[in-house]
């Protein structure tokens, strides 16, 4: 079975990455997108690479990239002596083929990017079942016209009437392994909601922390609970639900759950596909939106949070946390604050110490009084 290809990581390869501003991204900082897409690769450990960034007016239907950005591409490619390309921007099928085919080389675009860091972050086996319903929900979108071998007769001498094309074969294993890891993950779910249902019946509160990746979440979770969950300066250091109790002040106030970061232009397939490790929001009596304060693109950050939980349909009480204010000065940190214009309240903090997080301890403390 065909099985998803993932960037190479080796010193050895050398990567072109190519920065798109596509026509329809809107994103009033694009050196910012570019730069957090370059953050991707990094974070996959694509540490030897070059960079080119293309200013697209509109699409190809066939290549993506117009004919004149077609030809940039190739010459920058052969220059650079690079053996594979990764774009920053989606691609159909027929795209991806059709650039390799002409570029004669390896294509992968944002959704192959992040589905390969997903699937080193990926621990549980709920996540790991998501990464492989992801990669092979990935696989069956890129067999339409995958090569006239694809439409190969499978059937046998003797058969009567037309056999199974390969394609057909293939499309037929890809959806068996799905609807597999699909079981998988639903009986993974009932052992969940058993336990939620514990947890409801005794009226255990629950906060989830939420925010944009490498926001400082789990660095939150581990002060606050005595915790040695994966920290990293990192996208997508963490990507599976961990819950612990939450004690303050000597006296259990709950349980909190680290989530896995949003991040600009998530692919959909991949929303969906971690619907079943983001359920735990839909449980929460409280979401703890924590935000990079320090980081110039925070109000951005919060809208795409806000995006991707409306696209969810989670729709509950929000406390905004303020993280990383020690890496302001005071003045910078009172002008970010008088200039936050959307609804609701918060918290500044730091989740260096105790200390620092005391403001959310006394919010959530105030809670439960």
Known sequence: MAKAQNVSTGNDVKVLLIGVQAPDNHTK??????????????????????TMFIKLRSYDNKYF?????????KAFYDACDATEIIISEQLNGQQERNLQDYLECRIFDRTRLILSIFEKAAISAA??????????????????????????????IGVKGPGETLKEETSRQLEQ????????????????DTQRKRRLNHEV??????????????????????????????????????????????????????????????????????????????????LLHVVDIADSNWKSHIK???????????????????????????????????????????VVVNSLSKEGLEPLTNYIASRKA
């Open 29 to 50: 900082d694009i050196q910012s997108y570019h730069q957090e897409f370059i953050n991707l690769a990094e974070t996959l450990g694509v540490h030897n690479y070059a």
């Open 65 to 73: 990239f117009t004919q004149g950005k077609l030809e940039e591409i």
């Open 127 to 156: 996540g790991k079942l998501q990464v492989e319903i992801a990669q092979l929900e990935l696989l069956k979108t890129r067999l339409a016209g995958h090569g006239i071998h694809l439409e190969q007769q499978a059937g046998t």
């Open 177 to 192: 392994l799905i609807l597999t890891a699909k079981r998988k993950i639903a009986h993974l779910d009932k052992i969940r």
């Open 205 to 286: 509160s629950q906060a989830c922390l939420i925010g944009y990746t490498n926001a400082g979440k789990s660095s939150i979770l581990n002060m606050l609970t005595n915790s040695d969950v994966l920290a990293e300066d990192k996208l997508f250091a963490t990507l599976d639900t961990t819950t612990r109790q939450l004690f303050i002040n000597h006296k259990k106030c709950g349980l909190i759950s680290d989530t896995v970061g949003f991040i600009q232009n998530l692919p959909h397939q991949l929303i969906d596909a971690f619907k079943s490790t983001l359920s735990e929001l839909q449980y929460a009596n409280l």
């Open 304 to 346: 795409v949070v806000l995006t991707t939980l409306k696209e969810l349909k989670v729709d509950k009480e929000m406390l905004f946390v303020f993280n990383k204010s020690d890496l302001l000065t005071p003045e910078e940190l009172q002008s970010r604050i008088d200039n936050f214009d959307f609804f609701g309240p918060y």
